[in-house]
Structure formats: structure tokens, C-alpha cells
């Protein structure tokens, strides 16, 4: 029972995490909901996403190697901040982490309806130089500090970010965002588990859910509207974080 319930939550929470990068939307209640603490959600949440971001390159990978040099400074800066924000969630009271997520998530909803209602015409149109790429340099560390720390709609923070400064299609931009997220979530977890004692067969189970909907996400993009498809994900964010603020009074 506790295995299918894992694997199930793994392959929505991959679906999530591939098209929106919302994984935790779905993850991070279920693990609650089994008796986790929150950090540790967090941390088993992490560890399990590394499946769901295999299943998405291995999905992506032409869309990934057409951008492989805007995807390779995104990635690099999102490592960077990965290290920080994980000596974040270790060494911060664990009640600070709590009562932040809901801000995270409600954040990440936010940005989200801003990248839906904002006009195309409004976003930057990418040029190589040495300026759009510290620019880039600079979301990915902030992006790659939010991942280490939590992470809950961070590729959905970073497609928002990055659909306002690269002229990309939403497909491309996800691609991105989803070998940005893998890489950072390795490291990350890399890191948790050297310093806390993790449960492998809950990474496990719920990461065989999350390599198979990490893999089947970015075909489902294709047969949705950008538009309703986004929508659907930042209402579904909202509504988690009014349950968390719920939760937490």
C-alpha cells in the first residue's frame, strides 16, 4: 500500500516537476501526510526529484543541446547557489523553514501569473553578450540558492524569470530549466545526506514514480496550450500555499 502510494505520488509529482518544475506540490504534503517532519520532506522530496530530472533530460535532450550554452551558464550559476542554499536548510532553526514555504510557494504562483499576463512583447529579446550572460549568471544563483534551501516551485520560479529574458519557445525554456534543476537537486542531495540520516526506500520508490512522469512531462506539454497549462499550475500553487498559511496558524 505504502509502495503504491509512493510510486503514484512520484509519477504526478514528476509530471509536475517536468512541466512546471512543481514537483513538491504534490510530493511534499504526501510526505507530511506519512508523518515526515518538513525538513525531511524536503530533503526525501529532493533526493526522489534527481529521477524525476533523468526522466526529463533523457525527454529533452535535443531541446537541451540546441541551447547547450545558455543551459550550461544557467546550470553552472544554479550549482553555485545549490551550495549555499543547502548550508541553509542544515544550518537554520528548522521552525524558520516551516513557516517560510508557504511564502516560497505563494511566490512562485505569483511569478508565474505574471509570466502568463505579461505581453510577449515585454519580454527581452536574448542577445550573447557579456551583460544578458551575467544576467543569467545571477537568476541562477538566486534560483540555485531557493533549490538548495527548498526548492517548491522553483523551476516554475525559473521558467517564469527566464521566459522574461530569453526569446525562446516554452518548451525550449523548460528544457533548460529542467537539466538546471537536476543538477542543482544531485548536488543538493549530496549534501543533505552527508549530514542527516536519509530513509532510501522512500527516494527510491517515490523516485521510480518520478523518472517515469519526469519523462512522460515534456511530451504532455506538447499536446497543451502554454497558456491553460500554466494557468492550471499556478492555481494549483496558490491553492497549496493558502493550505500551508492554513495549516500553519
Known amino acids: ?46 533526493g526522489s526529484l534527481v529521477f524525476s530530472g533523468a526522466g526529463s533530460f533523457f525527454s529533452s535532450y535535443d531541446l537541451i543541446k540546441k541551447n547547450i550554452k545558455v543551459a550550461s551558464v544557467v546550470i553552472l550559476s544554479a550549482l553555485l547557489g545549490g551550495i549555499f542554499g543547502s548550508y541553509l536548510l542544515l544550518k537554520l532553526p528548522k521552525d524558520n523553514f516551516e513557516h517560510l514555504v508557504p511564502y516560497f510557494i505563494l511566490l512562485s504562483a505569483m511569478l508565474l501569473f505574471i509570466s502568463i499576463y505579461s505581453s510577449k512583447k ?28 527548498f526548492g517548491s516551485g522553483s523551476g516554475l520560479m525559473l521558467v517564469s524569470i527566464l521566459l522574461m529574458i530569453l ?28 549530514a542527516v540520516s536519509i530513509d532510501w526506500s522512500t527516494v527510491i520508490y517515490l523516485g521510480i514514480g518520478m523518472f517515469i512522469g519526469g519523462y512522460i512531462g515534456p511530451k504532455i506539454i506538447l499536446l497543451f496550450p502554454d497558456r491553460k497549462l500554466k494557468i492550471f499550475i499556478a492555481i494549483c500553487a496558490l491553492g497549496l500555499s493558502v493550505y500551508l498559511f492554513i495549516q500553519n496558524k
Do not use: D, R
Open 1 to 46: 500500500m505504502l509502495i503504491g502510494i509512493l510510486v503514484l505520488t512520484g509519477i504526478i509529482s514528476g509530471i509536475f516537476a517536468s512541466v512546471a518544475g512543481m514537483a513538491s506540490i504534490v510530493s511534499y504534503p504526501v510526505l507530511i501526510f506519512l508523518g515526515y517532519p518538513p525538513v525531511m520532506a524536503n530533503i526525501l522530496s529532493t
Open 122 to 149: 515585454t519580454s527581452l529579446a536574448f542577445e550573447k553578450t557579456k551583460v544578458n550572460y551575467l544576467l543569467l549568471l545571477i537568476v541562477g544563483i538566486l534560483i540555485g540558492t531557493y533549490i538548495g534551501y
Open 167 to 194: 526569446n525562446l519557445p516554452f518548451v525550449e525554456i523548460n528544457a533548460i530549466k529542467n537539466v538546471s534543476t537536476l543538477a542543482t537537486n544531485v548536488l543538493s542531495f549530496i549534501i543533505y545526506q552527508s
